[in-house]
């Protein structure tokens, strides 16, 4: 869940993505009226344009601009994103359930680490 200048924004378990207006209003996406490839939102964040991005589970990860335009679909080789986070240089780090992190920039995608590269962790829950 997170909030910005024009509502909450809320992933949910099979329900897709949730938007709460300032004026109560809602919208739901999902697969039948967006481009989400899964329902299930494992994890949302802001960048410094004001678009959002959303990781999925089996889904990968998605892009909205600012302007409300579904921009990207990643599908990653792991498509089940668990954590995401952006750093100062506007890079996207992807946080995946079979452990591998990736770092978008300029839409390069970059495989950081996979799950054999780790010794003592054998879940990643945040980055």
């Given at each position: 869940m997170l909030s910005d200048d024009q509502g909450i924004w809320i992933g949910t378990n099979a329900g897709g993505l949730?938007?709460?207006s300032h004026d109560g209003k809602w919208i739901i996406y999902n697969t039948q009226n967006s481009e989400l490839l899964s329902n299930d939102i494992?994890?949302?964040?802001?960048?410094?344009?004001?678009g959002?991005?959303?990781?999925?589970?089996?889904?990968g990860l998605v892009y909205r601009n600012s302007n409300g335009q579904w921009k990207h679909k990643y599908k990653l080789p792991d498509s089940r994103v668990i954590t995401l986070l952006t750093d100062s240089r506007e890079g996207l780090w992807i946080g995946t359930a079979l452990l591998h992190k990736y770092k978008i920039n300029d839409i390069i995608v970059a495989i950081i680490y996979q799950a054999n590269d780790l010794v003592m962790s054998?879940?990643?829950?945040?980055?």
């Amino acid at each position: 869940m997170l909030s910005d200048d024009q509502g909450i924004w809320i992933g949910t378990n099979a329900g897709g993505l949730a938007f709460r207006s300032h004026d109560g209003k809602w919208i739901i996406y999902n697969t039948q009226n967006s481009e989400l490839l899964s329902n299930d939102i494992n994890t949302l964040i802001k960048d410094k344009r004001g678009g959002l991005w959303i990781g999925t589970h089996w889904g990968g990860l998605v892009y909205r601009n600012s302007n409300g335009q579904w921009k990207h679909k990643y599908k990653l080789p792991d498509s089940r994103v668990i954590t995401l986070l952006t750093d100062s240089r506007e890079g996207l780090w992807i946080g995946t359930a079979l452990l591998h992190k990736y770092k978008i920039n300029d839409i390069i995608v970059a495989i950081i680490y996979q799950a054999n590269d780790l010794v003592m962790s054998k879940k990643l829950e945040r980055i």
